[in-house]
């Protein structure tokens, strides 16, 4: 008898539960919003890690005639389409399309062979300059000091990289950023700053970070109202850098449509 009803009050239980279980499906929240399907982007193979996805826009591939069609002042580079890089010489290079909110891929790597007389700011030094004036600084920051809001990962004198993930000098390396670009109402004032995160070397060194401006040397960060897009170049700074790997993604968040709102019920009398 006391079996029965144990195993009576169990089997209660699970319908009880069971019942919970069914009216929580029941109430299942939805916003109404309708979504258009996400695009389908087939990325890299899992054997060529870095490589562009699907929708990106490929800038240099290695070859000579890609860096030049999509690069101003490409040809003043060095191109070694038997390695697939390119190394600084001459001039920056920018690109010829403009870019605002994006996924930029680049690969860089600093020269191998080290003067001992270069150090700080003097060895392996260049930089990503998004919109041609928001420096994503590089630097040889491999066992190389100098001030930390101008070592490799930096948002240039504004803020230092939260980690320094720098592989040795001659060594490949990869920044991976995403890039929010500023919005600026017709006055000129910043209706939305920009806003930058980076990956250096599959580590993130800057998180969401909002910028103050333009990167300077010589005076404090501002902004100054530009276009919605703009070229992003590659500094040359001196120094025979190497860089190969390049391309970009332009970022569209998915919107989808409010539902309509119900009018409001007319009170008595009205």
């Keep these: 008898m006391a079996l029965r009803r144990?195993?009576?009050t169990l089997a209660a239980a699970a319908v009880a539960v069971g019942g919970i279980g069914l009216l929580l499906a029941q109430r299942e929240y939805k916003s109404g919003i309708v979504f258009p399907e996400p695009p389908v982007v087939t990325p890299a193979a899992v054997d060529k890690p870095g490589g562009p996805p699907s929708d990106a826009t490929v800038l240099f591939d290695g070859t000579k005639a890609t860096f030049e069609k999509h690069f101003k002042n490409a040809?003043?580079?060095e191109t070694d389409e038997k390695n697939g890089w390119a190394t600084v010489k001459g001039s920056d290079v920018e690109t010829k399309e403009s870019f605002g909110d994006m996924q930029l891929h680049v690969e860089f790597a600093t020269p191998e062979k080290v003067d001992p007389k270069q150090t700080g700011q003097g060895r392996g030094n260049s930089g990503v300059y998004i919109m041609g004036r928001y420096e994503v600084q590089i630097l040889d920051s491999y066992e190389n000091k100098t001030y930390f809001d101008g070592q490799c990962g930096a948002l240039y004198k504004q803020q230092p990289p939260m980690v320094n993930a720098c592989r040795k000098p001659g060594e490949w390396q990869t920044y991976d950023i995403i890039w929010?670009?500023?919005k600026f109402d017709a006055d000129g004032k910043v209706t939305k700053p920009a806003v930058c995160t980076v990956l250096h070397n599959g580590?993130?060194?800057?998180?969401?970070?909002?910028?103050k401006g333009g990167t300077y040397f010589d005076q404090p960060a501002k902004y100054v109202k530009h276009a919605e897009k703009a070229p992003f170049r590659l500094q040359n700074h001196g120094n025979p850098m190497r860089f190969r790997n390049i391309w970009v993604r332009e970022l569209k968040p998915i919107v989808g449509k409010e539902p309509e709102k119900k009018p409001e019920e007319k009170k008595d009398g009205e």
Excluded: G, I, M, R
Aim: overall charge negative; some cysteine.
């Design 75 to 77: 040809e003043k580079w």
């Design 180 to 182: 929010e670009a500023p």
């Design 203 to 211: 580590v993130c060194v800057q998180n969401h970070f909002e910028l």
């Design 6 to 8: 144990k195993l009576f």
